[in-house]
């Protein structure tokens, strides 16, 4: 681990990215249009990244039917979970801890793209 933190400058690229696509499409469009500009403008920089990938769920060593589907992982790393909600909730949160905790990876993003204004996030690191 870096003295800045795990993935701390990919974060920074991560976010420069978010605020690019907030700037150009605006607030409170709905949650796909943000997840395929927000894809667009990460290839557009050159930052790695595997969009939709099903995680697999076990009960006592036997693999479950249903699956969790975060929006991202970026630099094989952190793990993205992208919305367009009036504001963010104690329910996104928990949804992307546990996108985090069966996914191995230790940092996460929350980023919410509806408010007109401003984007909202919040970086977390286990």
Not at 23 to 46: C, D, P, T
Not at 68 to 87: H, M, N, R, T, W
Request: aromatic share 12%.
């Amino acid at each position: 681990m870096r003295e800045d933190g795990p993935f701390q400058q990919e974060g920074y690229d991560l976010m420069a990215a978010a605020f690019e696509v907030h700037n150009e499409n605006g607030g409170g469009l709905a949650e796909e249009v943000y997840q395929e500009s927000f894809e667009i403008e990460l290839e557009m920089r050159g930052m790695p990244f595997v969009a939709k990938q099903e995680l697999a769920l076990f009960y006592k060593g036997r693999e479950l039917k249903r699956r969790y589907i975060p929006d991202l992982y970026v630099c094989e790393g952190i793990v993205v979970e992208l919305k367009s909600v009036a504001q963010l909730l104690p329910e996104h949160t928990a949804q992307l801890f546990n996108y985090m905790r069966i996914s191995g990876k230790s940092v996460g993003y929350l980023i919410n793209f509806a408010p007109i204004k401003r984007l909202e996030w919040r970086r977390y690191v286990l």
